[in-house]
């Protein structure tokens, strides 16, 4: 009777414990997809059509479809290569990048021709960037500011994710009701370059600090929670309406014929590298769009052997992609760098 009491007890636990052992078990079946997070990191994505494999995804992308193991190492979402699944997104390599490894002309493993399904339409690649909201522009004029943070609670100087600002609309331009909820983006206005007059030859670079909601409207004033900070906030700094943007940017054609120049970039670093964003003097009413690519190059002037000067062929040192655009000005993103690369270098339609 105690063991029997005792099973009765316990068996409500052995069940639990069996259909979590059966659903560790569970394998998809063919075609279903299988849900699971990914972490999307900065890049190129391709996400899978029907039809699709990695071998055909290799040779669309990087010429050869013998990449594909490379493919999947790149890829550590998927538990198989020979089941892909439409949705799924897929990292891919820049072409840029093929030395990095060894053509498998010997013996090549052969990839398997199972697909996604039945038909490959046209390939779509997205470039993914988790901060959009976080980049800055250079505009002319600059936006009119909606209020700044004349206060902090507790006098803090510098502001961060979760503190309470008290905002109030400026002294002069548009009536500003803080309705409860609302958002704003902070920013600051500044020089794109170091030259005095910078921001009345290229426009003023607005430099976004983070983002605050409106919990409590007084007269003349609002209060607003920091519910978060891409930099340090300072009382003074300004507001903009809030516009969400999405991370994701389609790969685009780039417009034939453009030369420009490589403002610098959002930091203001004297040497631009891989992974950062700046800045370039071309930009909607030049045919500039989200997704181009865009290479950049030197050209250097030498004495040839008569004497006379020669201007050499232009060599690309870099590429960059296009993330937002102004008017007269656009937001890019440098994917690669082949050597050193300075603000003022000269950009060009690949």
């Not at 490894?101 to 996604?116: G, I, L």
């Not at 004349?150 to 994710?161: E, I």
């Not at 631009?272 to 370039?280: E, M, P, Y």
């Not at 690519?293 to 040839?304: A, H, M, P, R, V």
Request: aromatic share 10%; proline share 7%.
């Amino acid at each position: 009777m105690k063991i029997n009491s005792y099973m009765q007890k316990c068996l409500p636990m052995f069940i639990c414990i069996g259909i979590s052992l059966v659903a560790s078990w569970y394998t998809p079946a063919f075609g279903e997809v299988p849900q699971k997070e990914t972490k999307i990191e900065t890049g190129f994505y391709y996400t899978v059509k029907k039809g699709d494999t990695l071998w055909d995804i290799s040779q669309r992308f990087n010429d050869t479809p013998w990449q594909w193991p490379e493919l999947w190492k790149e890829n550590n979402q998927l538990p198989n290569p020979h089941w892909i699944y439409p949705g799924e997104r897929i990292r891919l390599f820049r072409k840029s990048d093929r030395d990095k490894y060894k053509e498998q002309a010997a013996a090549p493993t052969a990839m398997p021709q199972v697909s996604a399904g039945t038909s490959a339409p046209a390939p779509q690649v997205n470039f993914y960037y988790g901060r959009m909201d976080r980049i800055g522009f250079i505009r002319k004029p600059p936006v009119q500011e909606l209020g700044f943070i004349f206060n902090v609670l507790h006098d803090k100087q510098l502001v961060s994710t979760g503190d309470v600002v008290y905002i109030r609309p400026p002294d002069s331009g548009p009536v500003v009701e803080f309705a409860p909820g609302s958002r704003f983006t902070v920013f600051r206005k500044l020089k794109p370059t170091g030259e005095r007059k910078s921001d009345q030859a290229i426009g003023t670079q607005h430099y976004l600090l983070g983002v605050v909601e409106v919990s409590q409207n007084e007269a003349g004033y609002g209060i607003a929670k920091v519910i978060e900070a891409f930099r340090a906030i300072e009382p003074g700094d300004l507001l903009m309406a809030y516009r969400e943007r999405s991370p994701e940017v389609v790969v685009a054609k780039s417009t034939p014929g453009i030369q420009g120049t490589l403002i610098g970039t959002e930091e203001h670093n004297e040497l631009v590298s891989t992974n950062t964003i700046a800045f370039i003097d071309k930009g909607e009413t030049d045919n500039i769009r989200p997704g181009q690519e865009y290479k950049i190059y030197i050209q250097e002037t030498k004495k040839g052997v008569d004497g006379k000067e020669m201007q050499l062929a232009p060599v690309d040192v870099g590429a960059l992609l296009v993330l937002h655009t102004e008017k007269t000005t656009s937001t890019v993103y440098i994917t690669e760098t082949y050597g050193n690369i300075f603000p003022g270098q000269n950009i060009r339609t690949p």
